[in-house]
């Protein structure tokens, strides 16, 4: 039995901490939760693996001056905490660029919208919205997304869906269950949220990049933040907590853990969690998503073929314009699933072939010399392991999001596939931070 009575009574001696509460991970969430503690006046440190703050947002500058989102980007049309985050930090929100609906390709030509088989996967998608909503789909939690796609008729309409779940929720569709998918759409706002643009989860971007609220927390903590330092183990006691890192040991009273479910039993824990929180490790995997932006002195595609691509053809694809207002020109490509990973095996300029080779045709020869190009395979971040989330494991019931956060002796946990509200995007991660944040309050 889990040892709660001394795992609390936690001595507040000064002079056996170093701070009195630990974060581990310097993504969103953990950023949040350090800061909202200082705001009270709360000695924190934050431990992060990596040599970047950040986590599942990055940002980098190109070539002509401009931001660029390898990670988090979108800030969806009701994520208000992202948006107050942004203002609060200074930076400048910009409407996504969308003029018609998206260009579908498939084997290389365009696809007509009003096609039966595009009729028919709308009607499926409707149908997927609809079934989301009831309790119904517990019925399939074993059953997979992949076995109930090899039954749709027609090839097209099988592969638009593919493609579409594929990128929507990065997760290979043969470990996608039927009730995990359906619980992702509700949880993530129904499939016409999910999908859109304006109004929808990909309402808008900032100029400056989502990964500058991350760096901009980072400046207001300063030295409170400990990059290249893995955590290792976590032990409680009657003196507390004591986090050992590659770089020694941290001691405090409370400590959260933002590190994604799928990656906790990296980490070991003295006394061990309960099993509600071991079995999370493996009730879920990180997602596989391959992301990249081309950069152009124009968003010259504009006028040819408008902005949103759909390309069916392997690796199946999204590209947006995610242009900021006066340029230059940015393309946005993602793909998920194993698709991602089989980029990997590719050498750079493979890899950029693939990826834009398609729009040459239906775009121009431009498109295949962008004056900038930044990528990023998130399968291979070594310790995020992936994105945009964590994925349940078909049959699982313990990681079907949100995942559970119940605190465990002087250990709380944040994370977005902890969030009670939008889980999975970078509004949940600030969410289940400054959730964290509070109940580590109400406890000291
Ligand atoms: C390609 C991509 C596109 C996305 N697009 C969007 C989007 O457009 N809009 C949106 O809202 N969301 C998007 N997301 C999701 C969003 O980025 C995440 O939900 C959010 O950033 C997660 O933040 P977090 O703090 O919960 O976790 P993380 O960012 O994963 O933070 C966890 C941190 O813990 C660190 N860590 C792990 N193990 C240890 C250890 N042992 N010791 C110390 N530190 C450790 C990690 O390095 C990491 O920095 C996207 C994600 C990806 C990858």
């Not at 002509?64 to 990670?71: A, E, K």
């Not at 119904?136 to 869906?161: D, E, Y």
């Not at 594929?166 to 706002?189: E, F, K, V, Y």
């Not at 989330?389 to 994370?415: K, R, S």
Request: charged residues 20%; glycine residues 12%; neutral net charge.
């Amino acid at each position: 039995m889990y040892d709660l009575v001394s795992a609390v009574a936690v001595r507040k001696e000064s002079g056996m901490r170093d701070a009195t509460v630990v974060v581990v991970g310097a993504g969103v969430s953990g950023l949040v939760a350090a800061r909202e503690l200082r705001r009270r006046g709360i000695e924190v440190i934050v431990v992060e693996a990596a040599d970047r703050v950040g986590g599942r947002t990055l940002a980098e500058t190109t070539a002509l001056g401009s931001r660029v989102d390898l990670g988090g980007q979108w800030i969806g049309h009701n994520h208000h905490r992202v948006t107050a985050l942004a203002a609060e930090l200074g930076a400048t929100p910009f409407p996504m660029h969308t003029g018609r609906l998206p260009v579908l390709i498939d084997r290389s030509r365009r696809l007509s919208v009003p096609a039966p088989s595009t009729f028919l996967a709308v009607f499926i998608l409707l149908l997927a919205e609809v079934l989301s909503r009831t309790g119904i789909t517990r019925r399939w939690n074993a059953v997979t997304v992949a076995s109930w796609l090899a039954k749709v008729p027609g090839a097209s309409t099988r592969r638009l869906l593919d493609v579409i779940a594929a990128i929507s929720w990065t997760a290979d569709l043969d470990r996608l269950s039927i009730h995990a998918a359906a619980r992702m759409i509700r949880n993530q706002g129904g499939l016409y949220t999910m999908l859109s643009t304006h109004g929808g989860a990909q309402d808008s971007l900032l100029v400056e990049g989502m990964g500058a609220l991350s760096e901009r927390m980072a400046d207001e903590l300063g030295a409170r933040i400990r990059l290249g330092q893995r955590v290792l183990s976590i032990e409680q006691g009657e003196s507390g907590v004591i986090v050992r890192t590659s770089a020694g040991e941290i001691r405090a009273d409370k400590v959260i853990v933002t590190v994604p479910p799928p990656l906790l039993d990296r980490i070991s824990y003295t006394p061990e969690l309960p099993s509600a929180h071991t079995e999370l490790a493996s009730a879920g995997y990180m997602g596989s998503v391959y992301k990249a932006i081309a950069v152009y002195e124009q968003p010259f595609w504009r006028e040819r073929a408008g902005g949103e691509f759909l390309i069916l053809d392997a690796p199946g694809r999204a590209v947006f314009d995610t242009t900021p207002p006066g340029g230059p020109g940015h393309l946005c490509v993602l793909v998920g699933g194993p698709a991602a990973r089989d980029l990997d095996r590719l050498d750079p300029a493979g890899r950029r072939d693939a990826v834009l080779g398609t729009l040459v045709r239906h775009i121009g020869p431009e498109v295949g010399e962008p004056v900038g190009w930044h990528e990023k395979s998130w399968s291979g971040d070594e310790y995020v392991g992936g994105g945009y989330m964590a994925v349940p494991v078909p049959g699982t019931t313990a990681g079907l999001p949100p995942v559970g956060f119940d605190p465990v002796g002087a250990i709380h946990w944040a994370g977005t596939e902890r969030a009670a509200d939008h889980a999975g995007y970078v509004e949940g991660a600030i969410e289940s931070g400054a959730r964290a944040a509070r109940e580590v309050i109400a406890a000291l």
